[in-house]
Each structure stands twice: as structure tokens, then as C-alpha cells.
């Protein structure tokens, strides 16, 4: 049984109400859980008014199921990560629908659990836990988090646009709906357009944002740019290789199944030295004469897609911590993430988004959090009284990624952007509280500065 009291603001914004309703229907995570009961309060304020942050809703819920994972565990004197694999949703039990009306499409969990436990050497840090003073200065704590994240905001019907043009000379154009900013669209894009057409991303240009070339887009809130962008992408891509495959079995004399696209170039599987240039293919789609019969002259494809569900995404956390009993400073000491997001088009930009994500999650936990006086005016009102995390701040991360794909998704794949926001707060909480446990403190609201932390070991008022 669930209560959210969600503290609304003073003004309603197009989100205000989604995220505690959100975090109601997430709250479940990865286990199963055969029934459950949620009551949702807003409550409206005079203070600022709330809205979606990367995550909206997730970090919330991850945060109070994996808390009560860890306060399980301490008293009933079990592993934390004993807990959590007994009560994983196993592989052969999806497509599983929560008691939240969520469908989760696949997963691997117990598989991505155990890896983040093996690159962070769990056991070895929790032996240490366990065996150092506690009268030492220095106080180890080892946490974890393993969560889920839908993409697309659990919508019905998700439609995104796509547009692929290929010039005379080969060049590739593509327009897509989804209007990125930083999350490194362009070059996923081109990758997948130069693995299907046989080019080189170099050759590949991506354009977004142009309402004079797709009529709408659906953005890339709630990590659907892939997942719905990139299927759009995916499916125009088969037209345009189904008529440049003809033509080039037409100008081959080869059967269509036989061509390849690869290497800038089309050629005959059965006879490698029959080839003609991508360029070349491409001149001939555009001159009537050298085409099949039916074909009109031209390479340029839109298409539609609408998604109808949302994949599911599972990450594991492990973090180490460092407490200082003199001060309450907390130090990172290792950090392991996880992460299985279905097929990954490109590791490099996916790796870079669970760095960022993993940031502000240690944000949320350690240093950020907004202060009221009694009439509900913000003192953090400035970047001078709002904590945020620094790149000196970060410890080095240890990340890994699991493919379970999607069956959602044309490519398989599931968003990536936000699921670390869902983990790193928790885990990073979880640290805390282990390395304080031997003191009696079971709980302590975010952020975990250091007077907090320091008055609830020394028995203090927060």
C-alpha cells in the first residue's frame, strides 16, 4: 500500500499533475507483484509550480520501492541483492502486465543484476562493510538499485515522421520529425541509414525541425527518439532500398533477393564482381531510360509510424561510498551501472547519456533540492544557493550494457536516455544508509548533504 501526497505549486502546468500519477503507475519496478494499492493526493501550494524533469515520475517511484528493498532486507538481516534477485520478474514471465496496467516486453534482469554485481565486486566491498570499526573515521556503505523505464510516456499511439532523399550523386538526405538537443540524433540516424543503404554516414545528412518538410514531430520527451523517430526512419529506409535493390538487378541482370548494398556500391552475392557504384545506381534511379518497367524515376520516400506500446528498459546500480564521521562529507568510491536498453545503434552516444543521467541522479541525491521559508518563498532561488554537481564531483563510472531486444521496436530498441536517473539517486541513497546502518539511522531525505548526514549520526534534528 502506497500514499503520494504530491505538493502541486501554486499553478497548473501541463505536466503538474502527470508526474504523481506517473510515479503511482511505477512504483511496482522490476518484481513481480501480484497486487497492490495506490491513493494519490495533490496538494496544492503557494510555492512554484512543478513539472516533468528527466525521468517524470520514475526517480520517485524507484526511489521509495528501493528504499523499502533495503529496509526489507536490514530487518529481516538478508543480502539486499538476495532480496531483489528472489523477487525479479524472470525471463519466461514476459510480456508481464504490472497491477498498474503497465506491460513490460522483455527482459534479462537477474543476467544484467549479476554483471553489475561482478564489475563492482559486491561481495568483496560488502565483507569489507562489514568488517571495519565502527569507531572508524571513515564509514563504507554499498548500495544498490535495479529499476525500469518505459519510453514513449506510456502513450497509445506515438507517430513519428521520416523522410529519405537520395540525389543524383548519391547523396542521402534525411528529415525527421524528432527535433534533438544533445542527445546525438544526427549520428545515430546516419548510422542506421548507412547500414541500410550500404553508405557511409559520412554520405548521410540529417536535417529536423522543419515543419515545411514533415508536417509534425513528436519530439524526444520521455527517450522516444529512437524508439519512435528512428522505427519511422527504419521503415521508410526498406522502401528505399527495395527500389534501389530492383534497379540494381535491373541494371545487373541479376534476381532483386541476390543484390547487396554495401561498401558505397551494389553487387551480385552470387558473382561479388558484378558491382556498379551506389553513385551510379543512384544516377539511374533518376534517368527514365535506364529504369525497370513500372519504375519512375526519383528516390524520394516519407513514411508514418505509429508505435503502439512503449519497451521497457531494466538497469542495475551499485555504488560504494565513503562517509565521514567527523563531518558527514560523502565520497563516491565506485560506481557500476548496468544497463539493458535493447539493441544499442551506437554505444559510444549511449554511454554518454548514462553518464549524464547518472550525474543528475547523484545530483538529486547529494546536493540539489530547493528551500522554502515559512511564506513558501524559495531561498535557493540562484545558482549561488542551488547545489549542483560538478565534472570534479563525478566519480569514474563502470558502465556496461545487455541487448534484450524489443519486439515493440522495429530495431529492437528500447530508450536509454533517462533510466540511470531512475537508478542513481536510490543507489546512491542506499550507500549512505548501509555505511550509517550500525548507528541507528534508517532514513534521511534527499539531498544527503553533510549536515544532514552528520546531525542524524550524532542524534540531532535535521
Not at 194 to 200: P, S
Not at 214 to 221: I, K, N
Not at 320 to 334: C, M, N, P
Not at 428 to 447: E, F, Q, Y
Amino acid at each position: 500500500r502506497v500514499r503520494i501526497v504530491a505538493d502541486l505549486g501554486a499553478y497548473y502546468l501541463l505536466s503538474t499533475p502527470t508526474i504523481p500519477v506517473s510515479t503511482s503507475h511505477r512504483l511496482t519496478g522490476p518484481y513481480l507483484t501480484p497486487a497492490m494499492s495506490v491513493e494519490v493526493q495533490g496538494v496544492v501550494t503557494n510555492k512554484p509550480p512543478t513539472g516533468a524533469y528527466r525521468g517524470a515520475g520514475g526517480p520517485e517511484a524507484a526511489f521509495c520501492m528501493e528504499r523499502t528493498i533495503d529496509l526489507i532486507a536490514r530487518d529481516l538481516d538478508l543480502d539486499p541483492a538476495d532480496v531483489r534477485r528472489r523477487n525479479f520478474i524472470p525471463p519466461d514471465a514476459f510480456p508481464y502486465e504490472t497491477p498498474t496496467g503497465i506491460t513490460y516486453d522483455t527482459g534479462e534482469y537477474e543476467a544484467a543484476f549479476d554483471r553489475a554485481l561482478e564489475l563492482s565486486d559486491y561481495d568483496g566491498w560488502r565483507e569489507r562493510s562489514r568488517q571495519q570499526s565502527r569507531d572508524a573515521d571513515f564509514l563504507i556503505g554499498v548500495g544498490l538499485a535495479t529499476v525500469v523505464k518505459g519510453s514513449g510516456a506510456r502513450v497509445t499511439r506515438l507517430t513519428e515522421h521520416a523522410r529519405v532523399i537520395v540525389d543524383q550523386a548519391g547523396g542521402v538526405t534525411v528529415h525527421t520529425g524528432v527535433s534533438p538537443h544533445g542527445q546525438g540524433t544526427e549520428t545515430t540516424f546516419a548510422q542506421i541509414t548507412a547500414d541500410v543503404l550500404g553508405v557511409t554516414p559520412a554520405d548521410v545528412k540529417v536535417l529536423h525541425s522543419d515543419t515545411g518538410i514533415l508536417p509534425a514531430g513528436g519530439g524526444t520527451g520521455s527517450s522516444r527518439g529512437l524508439i519512435a523517430g528512428g522505427t519511422a526512419l527504419h521503415l521508410v529506409l526498406q522502401e528505399a532500398r527495395q527500389k534501389l535493390t530492383a534497379i540494381a538487378a535491373h541494371l545487373l541482370d541479376c534476381k532483386q533477393e541476390d543484390v547487396v548494398l554495401e561498401d558505397r556500391a551494389a553487387f551480385n552475392r552470387r558473382d561479388p564482381q558484378q558491382t556498379v557504384p551506389f553513385a551510379r545506381l543512384a544516377e539511374a534511379a533518376h534517368t527514365e531510360e535506364l529504369l525497370p518497367p513500372g519504375q519512375e524515376p526519383g528516390l524520394d520516400f516519407r513514411g508514418t509510424h505509429t508505435l503502439g506500446k512503449s519497451p521497457y528498459a531494466f538497469g542495475a546500480h551499485v555504488v560504494v561510498v565513503e562517509v565521514s564521521r567527523q563531518t558527514g562529507a560523502i565520497k563516491i568510491l565506485k560506481y557500476v551501472g548496468v544497463h539493458d536498453a535493447g539493441k544499442i545503434i551506437n554505444p559510444m552516444l549511449a554511454e554518454g547519456q548514462v553518464q549524464g543521467a547518472v550525474a543528475q541522479g547523484i545530483g538529486q541525491a547529494l546536493l540539489e533540492g530547493m528551500v522554502y521559508d515559512q511564506e513558501g518563498q524559495p531561498l535557493s532561488g540562484s545558482l549561488m544557493d542551488y547545489a549542483l554537481p560538478r565534472a570534479d564531483n563525478m566519480p569514474d563510472f563502470t558502465l556496461d550494457t545487455l541487448e534484450t531486444l524489443s519486439p515493440i521496436t522495429a530495431l529492437g530498441v528500447k530508450g536509454i536516455g533517462e533510466l540511470p536517473t531512475l537508478a542513481a539517486p536510490a543507489a546512491v541513497a542506499n550507500a549512505v544508509m548501509d555505511a550509517l546502518s550500525h548507528t541507528g539511522v534508517r532514513h534521511i531525505d534527499t539531498p544527503l548533504t553533510s549536515e544532514k548526514v552528520w546531525r542524524a549520526m550524532n542524534g540531532s534534528p535535521p
